[in-house]
């Protein structure tokens, strides 16, 4: 099986799992944390995440731009984020606990980007989904968009998930 199981795809996430998993995310990963990322949507087919524009993530001084390690660090998490979503709804019938211990062993393998147009703007909104989840490799497809829904950069990895 390749995928989620539609019965699994289609029961939403128990709370404690979303809070374990929005946790590790948004402060156990610091990098996260310093990029300022924030977790907006979390299925078992999707992941939408945001970063907010700070002087700090500024990678081109005279024109304001974001910095291009900024965008694949984002579309980087976001599709491990992905993985972990889909390896969540793979196991339903296990507890959150349960669950949330089998990310240990995930890493990223193998990521490409793709810098469309500029990172200009007050935010912006980065989204994941699992194109193949086997026993040791998952492979992802992200998007990074500007505030305006422009699409700014996509990214596809592969993570190492056992």
Excluded: W
Excluded at 22 to 39: A, P, Q, W, Y
Excluded at 117 to 123: A, K
Excluded at 144 to 149: I, K, L, R
């Amino acid at each position: 099986m390749n995928t989620p199981s539609p019965a699994a795809a289609d029961k939403a996430f128990e709370p404690e799992f979303v809070a374990g998993l929005t946790r590790l995310f948004e402060e156990r990963i610091v990098f996260n944390k310093v990029l300022g990322l924030k977790l907006i949507e979390l299925t078992g087919e999707r992941v939408r995440c945001r970063i907010d524009m700070r002087e700090e993530l500024i990678g081109h001084f005279q024109h304001q731009r974001l910095h291009g390690g900024v965008i694949s660090a984002t579309l980087d998490a976001c599709g491990g984020m992905a993985v972990m979503a889909a390896i969540g709804a793979r196991h339903m019938t296990e507890a959150p606990e349960q669950r949330l211990a089998r990310f240990l062993k995930l890493g990223t393998i193998d990521l490409r980007v793709d810098y469309l147009r500029p990172g200009l703007g007050e935010h912006f909104i980065a989204s994941a989904e699992v194109m193949r989840l086997g026993s040791r490799v998952a492979s992802t497809r992200m998007a990074f968009h500007g505030a305006d829904g422009s699409l700014l950069s996509t990214g596809a990895a592969a993570y190492i998930v056992s």
